[in-house]
Structure formats: structure tokens, C-alpha cells
């Protein structure tokens, strides 16, 4: 039987950053990772494989991240556990001194008669499977997305670019429901429809058509649509099968309990990734957000601090900070939306900017940026961002969640000293985050009546 210091299970982004920071931290560790899946790969990545990807195998995360990176890449099945002895599908017996699930999740499949019809997937982390979805789409004509999120909206636009009829049906009032307010969404189904996709809100599939293989579907409305594919993205819950058979705590919709630091009821076994517990940057309360880029921020806060607590810091909750492109437009957010800010009973402001983000924007490539800020009108911090235009959208996202995270205040950003260019930026005078948090301040001060606003003004003075 082989012993390891350190054994993650899972091979996807959490647990490869977690391998690499353990062994950057504990370099005279022995680390094991396991993984089920012969190939592994990177999730963001599968919509892009339906188009902008040759083929699946253009979206691999390679195995030299982790055996460069001093850690054993073991490919077999964890199927159960005596002590601190992990029982693999093969036969084979692992012995551990920490152990870190980064199992993942799996997708949520809607109560939908006919879903097991030829023809019908949904977004899968397997190779083989996702190999299978894009042969299936080259013979596809009339597709149907169930689901507008992320990467439902994602997928639609590859297909669309592909030059297939694709249908997007979304149960809730707009695209991109959670993470971006009414106009946000607006904006998403504009740029969809304008590459020729079809958007149905409000809408339920209550059947899947087809003698054996798909034929179409059925709408709760009783109205049928012509569809020879069906693809399903209606999100996805943790993988809570080891952390069962472990005896460990977890929510079945949230995932494993873990405290601030990510360690289980368990003292030596942690949770990372989308099959951990998260709580909510503002509320405390549970998070459902599943994002690479916060289970990575995971994995190198339990690497670090497997043994002792190298560095004192805490997992402080999830922002949940998004980007995508749609049909060449580009959408971000971070932090809380007007709408959630409504639900929570805050006290807010809003502020506005919309720029080129190029000077001048006659430049070649500039396009429009539309930033939307929400600041507390009480402690002036900034809540949330929302934003769409060109690139730069990308980087302006985790600018914003930095300034969010940090608890900026609105003349904390007024007074930024940022750096531009005319190919690169929109210019120094219009610069979209610093117009907005203006325009927010402006809607402040004409807030405050002015009797109020010199009493406040004299009672900084004295302080």
C-alpha cells in the first residue's frame, strides 16, 4: 500500500491548483491526485468545442500541470474509505495523511418526458461524450438549447455561427437571469436574435418529440417546435457521492459543509470546488454560484494551508464575477445586481457611463462600453457592477471585483489614478468606471437635502 502526504481526488481546476500550491507550500510532501476521467478538461472551454474548437481535444488540461508540478496523477476510481485508506475501483489501496475532494458537480436534468431520446445531451465533462455532441450537431438542423444561462446562451452562439437554426428557451423572464438585471439580459437576447437565433422567455419544454430520436419538442403552452436536437443546460448540483460515503456533512443542493478555511466536520479532509458549500459575500448565506476562478482561489487557499495555517486569511464568500461573449458583444458582472440589491432592502444608487473604449473612438476596433454601478447610498461602497461592450469588458470585470472586494468607496474611485492609451482604453476624461461612480456621486449630493448635506459636510470638520 502506498502512503501520501497529500491525496486531492478530482482533476479538474480545483484540484490541479491545489496539487501545485501544496507542493509550492510543502515541497517535501509526497501528492497524490486521482482523477476518474482519462482525459481531463477545461469546462469554460466546452461550449467553444461546437465551433471555434477543432475538435474536443483542443480543450484538454494537461496532465503535465500536474505531474511537472511534483504531485503523482493516479487514474482510477475512489470507491470507498476505511479510516484513512481510500479503496480504488482497481483494487488498489492509497493511505493518506490530508486528503481534498475536488469532485465537482454534475448537470441538473429537468423532469422532462422523452430525455432519453437519440439526440437530446446536455454539457457533460467527458471526452467521449462531448465528441459524440459535436458529430450529432454536424447532421442537426433545427437545434433547441433548454436552458439560458451561461453557457446555454454560449452554445447557442457557436451553433448560430455554425450556421444551424437554434431555438434558446428559458423559464425565467430573460437570458442570463441570475447574475444581470432586466436590461442586461435585453441586451443578450438582442445580440442572439440579431445572428439569427430564436429567444423564447417565459417558457417551459414540457416533452421531448420523436419516435426513439428526437422529432421536436412541446412547449407547457401546448405548442409544438421542429427540433432534430436537443441540447440541455439547466445548471448543476455538487457531486456528493464520496462525501457520503465518508459520513461528511453537506447541503444536497449547496454541497459539502467546509469552514472559512474549506476543512470538512472531518479535520483532515477538505472540500474545494463546485462540490463545496459557499456562502454569499454580502449575506453570509448559501452561494450557488460555480465558477473556476473561485474554486481556484479554493485550491490555493487549502494548499497553502494543509498543515498549519501558513498565511492568516479566510475565504471571505463568493462575489460571483461573469464574462462572456455573445455574436461579438461582450458581458461582465460582479457583486450584486440592482435587482438583488431591491430584494435585500438596500439602500442604493446607481451610476451610469456609456463610452467608447478607444480615444478616439473613430480607432479602428472601438466599440461602445455600457457600465452600470451600484454604490450603498449609506457607507458609498460599491455593490456591483454590470457592463457590455468590446474586450476590454474582460479585464474591466476583475478591476471592478477587486474595488468591490476591497470595499472602495465611491470617492476612492473618483480618485484613481489609472493608466490609458488610445488603442488600448477609453480616454482619461470619459474613463467608464470613473463616469459612473461620478454620475452615482452627482445622484447623491441631489439625494441629500441641502440643509442636511452642510450639517454632515460640518460634522467630518470636527471630526
Not at 481531463?40 to 511537472?68: M, Q, T, W
Not at 441540447?231 to 444536497?252: D, E, M, Y
Amino acid at each position: 500500500m502506498k502512503k501520501y502526504d497529500v491525496v486531492v481526488i478530482g482533476g479538474g481546476p480545483a484540484g490541479v491548483t491545489c496539487a501545485i500550491s501544496a507542493h509550492n507550500t510543502y515541497p517535501d510532501k509526497s501528492i497524490a491526485l486521482i482523477r476518474r476521467e482519462k482525459t481531463a478538461l477545461i469546462p469554460c472551454g466546452i461550449p467553444y468545442i461546437l465551433h471555434s474548437l477543432n475538435s474536443v481535444d483542443e480543450n484538454i488540461l494537461p496532465d503535465g500541470l500536474v505531474a511537472n508540478n511534483g504531485a503523482d496523477l493516479i487514474i482510477d476510481e475512489v470507491v470507498e474509505k476505511e479510516e484513512k485508506v481510500l479503496k480504488l475501483k482497481s483494487g488498489k489501496d492509497i493511505m493518506y495523511d490530508k486528503l481534498v475532494l475536488a469532485v465537482g458537480s454534475a448537470s441538473v436534468l429537468p423532469p422532462i418526458k422523452g430525455m432519453e431520446k437519440v439526440g437530446v445531451f446536455h454539457v457533460k465533462k467527458d471526452r467521449d461524450y462531448l465528441a459524440a455532441m459535436k458529430d450529432y450537431t454536424k447532421k442537426a438542423n433545427n437545434i433547441v438549447i433548454i436552458g439560458g444561462g451561461y453557457v446555454g446562451v454560449e452554445i447557442a452562439d457557436e451553433l448560430l455561427k455554425k450556421g444551424k437554426r437554434v431555438t434558446v428557451i428559458e423559464m425565467m423572464d430573460r437570458l442570463l437571469a441570475t447574475t444581470m438585471d432586466q436590461e442586461f439580459g435585453a441586451k443578450a437576447r438582442e445580440v442572439l436574435e440579431k445572428a439569427g437565433g430564436t429567444i423564447l422567455v417565459e417558457n417551459k419544454v414540457s416533452a421531448i418529440l420523436g419516435d426513439g430520436r428526437v422529432s421536436g419538442i412541446q412547449l407547457q403552452s401546448g405548442e409544438n417546435l421542429n427540433a432534430d436536437m436537443v441540447i440541455v443546460s439547466t445548471g448543476a448540483r455538487p457531486n456528493l457521492t464520496l462525501a457520503s460515503k465518508f459520513g461528511l456533512a453537506a447541503h444536497p443542493r449547496h454541497g459539502i459543509w467546509v469552514n472559512e478555511y474549506l476543512r470538512t466536520m472531518d479535520k483532515d479532509i477538505f472540500a474545494i470546488g463546485d462540490c463545496a458549500s459557499k456562502c454569499d459575500f454580502f449575506t453570509g448565506e448559501f452561494s450557488s454560484v460555480k465558477l473556476a476562478s473561485t474554486a481556484m482561489a479554493e485550491g490555493r487557499l487549502v494548499g497553502s494551508n494543509l498543515f498549519e495555517i501558513k498565511v492568516v486569511r479566510k475565504f471571505i464568500g463568493v462575489l460571483g464575477s461573469f464574462s462572456t461573449k455573445i455574436n461579438g458583444t461582450s458581458f461582465g458582472t460582479s457583486g450584486l445586481t440592482e435587482e438583488k440589491a431591491k430584494d435585500m432592502n438596500l439602500d442604493y444608487i446607481i451610476g451610469e457611463a456609456e463610452t467608447a473604449d478607444r480615444h478616439p473612438g473613430k480607432l479602428p476596433g472601438a466599440t461602445k462600453i455600457h457600465l452600470k454601478l451600484v454604490f450603498s447610498r449609506y457607507s458609498h461602497t460599491l455593490l456591483g457592477a454590470q457592463m457590455y461592450g468590446g474586450d476590454s469588458v474582460g479585464e474591466m470585470v476583475n478591476m471592478l471585483s477587486v474595488i468591490i472586494l476591497n470595499k472602495m468607496t465611491d470617492m476612492d474611485i473618483d480618485n484613481l489614478q489609472i493608466g490609458t492609451h488610445p488603442l488600448l482604453s477609453a480616454s482619461p476624461i470619459a474613463y467608464p468606471v470613473i463616469s459612473a461612480t461620478v454620475d452615482a456621486i452627482k445622484k447623491w449630493y441631489d439625494y441629500i437635502p441641502k440643509k442636511e448635506l452642510t450639517n454632515r459636510l460640518d460634522s467630518r470638520k470636527k471630526h
